[in-house]
């Protein structure tokens, strides 16, 4: 598998890191090397060599802080070129040695983000306060005016050896190399083309791989592809059980919004039902006279009818409205009328007789 580094331990507690590739890329993140870093224990020394264009920032600035508190020695070695966040990087090391063809690149961060005016904004947020913090690491390292430090990285500035070494982005200048191409180095703004050209090597010379080496046999191709087969099988297995069970979730719960909802309704309809119950018998006393003509009345009887049960206020309204069709003591078929409440203008009984 393809990887942007490599860390081995070498003799006499030294460690060698190599960086030639886009960093965070490949399936491999600043926490896979920080822990096989770690895992290389009493190293005194460690050889930084770096031929990288940059990469992902956060991981980059994570492993610029790792070798930064490391309490090895650390050497870095430009092998080709420390760009972007690979500059970060380089920063971290005690010594910075670099072929004469060499070349450092600074640059403001750049991160891409999605989503809408609030996410872009707290994203713009987080690259200015990240803009500083990288302003910062040049500025320790060249001893140079903060302000000459942010025009470099707002004009993507390229560093040779010489330049970098009058900047103070580099300690010592030896004699130049060649440098394998393995990335594109036409992506960016300001590359300087004949100084890229003398420095990356055509892709015949690279030295290749004898033939044979690392190389899979057609039965390994067919297992490895079997495999994939097998894993892609399973997650869609997965896949479609948690989109079933999802959409059993999503049935429940319209079915219960629409029992919510009935119920609603009907505890409205309900509540429409008991205020007319309460109107009509107020409206019916009124009509025999039961409760005085005052607002103050009116609203003293309504509070204290609405304080009933339904059931007594729907027996109320009938023999109010037997009592408003015929005056008479037989009309209520025996039920009874009382008045002992706030507003009424009278208390009386009516009882059918025996």
């Not at 070494?165 to 594109?184: N, Q, R």
């Amino acid at each position: 598998m393809r990887n942007w580094y490599e860390i081995k331990a070498l003799a006499s507690g030294t460690a060698e890191i190599v960086i030639y590739d886009e960093i965070g890329y490949w399936g491999k993140s600043a926490a896979d090397f920080i822990a096989e870093l770690n895992a290389i224990k009493d190293v005194t020394q460690i050889d930084l060599r770096i031929n990288s264009p940059g990469g992902e920032v956060f991981d980059g600035h994570a492993i610029y802080n790792l070798l930064r508190g490391h309490p090895a020695h650390v050497t870095a070695y430009i092998d080709g070129i420390a760009a972007s966040i690979a500059s970060i990087i380089m920063l971290a090391a005690d010594e910075i040695i670099m072929p004469s063809n060499a070349l450092v690149m600074i640059h403001d961060p750049v991160v891409a983000a999605h989503g809408d005016a609030e996410a872009l904004r707290k994203a713009a947020d987080v690259l200015e306060k990240l803009r500083g913090i990288l302003l910062a690491a040049y500025v320790a390292r060249t001893g140079a005016a903060e302000a000459d430090v942010s025009a470099w990285m707002a004009e993507e500035t390229w560093f040779t050896a010489e330049e970098a070494l009058a900047a103070g982005l580099a300690d010592t200048v030896t004699e130049s190399v060649k440098a394998a191409a393995v990335f594109d180095p036409r992506k960016f703004r300001n590359a300087p083309r004949a100084a890229l050209q003398n420095l990356l090597a055509p892709a015949s010379s690279v030295p290749k791989k004898k033939q044979g080496e690392n190389a899979m046999t057609i039965e390994q191709l067919k297992a490895q592809l079997q495999a994939a087969g097998d894993q892609q099988a399973a997650l869609q297995t997965k896949f479609d059980a948690q989109a079933a069970e999802l959409e059993t979730v999503r049935a429940s719960l319209a079915e219960a919004t629409a029992t919510i909802e009935a119920n609603a309704d009907m505890v409205a309809a309900g509540k429409a039902y008991k205020a007319k119950l309460v109107a009509d018998v107020i409206q019916a006393r009124r009509t025999l006279k039961m409760i005085g003509d005052t607002p103050e009345a009116t609203t003293e009887a309504e509070a204290f009818i609405a304080s009933w049960p339904l059931a007594q206020i729907e027996a109320e309204a009938k023999n109010l409205a037997a009592l408003a069709a015929n005056p008479s003591a037989s009309a209520l078929n025996g039920n009874t009328i009382t008045t002992d409440e706030p507003g009424a203008t009278t208390s009386f009984r009516n009882t059918k007789e025996d």
